[in-house]
């Protein structure tokens, strides 16, 4: 019998290639890009399992990629990162989804998705693997593999006792996103809450009331809204919590959202309570969005020793 881990990440994959132009080409104009090469870049699902490894949690990712640079880059990433291997592999004759990212002098940029659809877990891989994973603790899912695939990976872990945890993003309309009674906690930023309740921000000043309308709308247990600069909130059986904004200088908030997913996650673990666990993440991202982050998202994400430092600066800051 393999590992069993605490966490099970279920979701995408990739990897990103930079380079620089000295300005976004206009239509017809031709640009000369320069420094081509891979960033520390991956999808949601390594995002969320490589910060789980890092904090020291017991973590497994699911998921295939292409026995091609891209492929071999993630699988290196998440092993140094402690994440456990055995139901992540490197297949013949498909591509790793590829992001091209063209950054200007003037710090704006162009992304180019390529996606490879036959990278794409299936259903019956997805099952496979989370039937040998019976006895983890979480899962944590999203959109970045098909919404099929996602939705029957929940269901098949509530049935083997995991608390499931879903990012429903990307995702075109709200109408791809269905009931979901077999996930315990809903993950959303601002932008998707807004979207899947049909509704604005200038409408909403009571994002409790937002995260209470989430639950009774998809039937999940809990949802957890994060707001960016305004901090985030937590309603549903697990309890109640608000955090508000940490202000710092933001160069870079790329990567922000799955990292707290991860941490919150990793918390609860821990045993923290829900409040607990939100001025955990908190800390975390705040700190996290400092960070320039020219090699990639990856780059930036903090290991277990280097948080008491962050915790150490921001409660120093509290107590002045």
Not at 186 to 214: S, Y
Request: aromatic fraction near 8%; charge should be negative.
């Amino acid at each position: 019998m393999g590992h069993i881990p605490k966490v099970v990440c279920i979701n995408g994959n990739g990897i990103g290639q930079c380079c620089n132009v000295v300005r976004i080409p206009k239509k017809g104009e031709t640009a000369i890009p320069t420094n081509l090469h891979y960033c520390k870049d991956s999808g949601k699902g390594v995002n969320c399992a490589i910060v789980i490894g890092r904090l020291g949690g017991d973590v497994s990712y699911i998921g295939k990629a292409g026995k091609d640079d891209g492929g071999e880059l993630n699988e290196q990433w998440l092993q140094e990162s402690g994440v456990h291997l055995e139901h992540f592999w490197l297949q013949d004759g498909i591509k790793t989804s590829l992001g091209l990212i063209l950054v200007a002098e003037n710090g704006e940029n162009l992304i180019f998705n390529f996606d490879s659809p036959e990278s794409d877990i299936t259903v019956e891989e997805a099952v496979s693997h989370l039937k040998e994973l019976k006895g983890a603790e979480y899962m944590i899912t999203g959109f970045e593999i098909p919404h099929s695939v996602a939705y029957e990976s929940a269901r098949v872990g509530c049935e083997l006792g995991m608390k499931v945890f879903i990012n429903p993003s990307p995702f075109d309309d709200a109408s791809e996103v269905v009931e979901m009674p077999f996930v315990d906690t809903m993950a959303v930023n601002e932008i998707e809450a807004l979207m899947l309740l049909g509704t604005t921000k200038e409408e909403t000043n009571d994002w409790m009331d937002a995260a209470k309308r989430l639950c009774e709308k998809y039937k999940v247990k809990n949802v957890l809204i994060t707001l960016g600069g305004d901090g985030a909130v937590h309603y549903g059986e697990r309890g109640l919590g608000h955090v508000s904004g940490i202000k710092v200088k933001v160069v870079d908030e790329s990567g922000a959202g799955d990292a707290f997913l991860a941490v919150f996650v990793q918390c609860l673990i821990w045993g923290m309570s829900v409040q607990e666990a939100l001025e955990y993440s908190n800390k975390y991202c705040a700190w996290l969005v400092q960070k320039p982050g020219e090699d990639g998202v990856i780059g930036k994400y903090l290991y277990l020793n280097e948080m008491k430092e962050v915790l150490d600066f921001f409660e120093s800051k509290e107590e002045k």
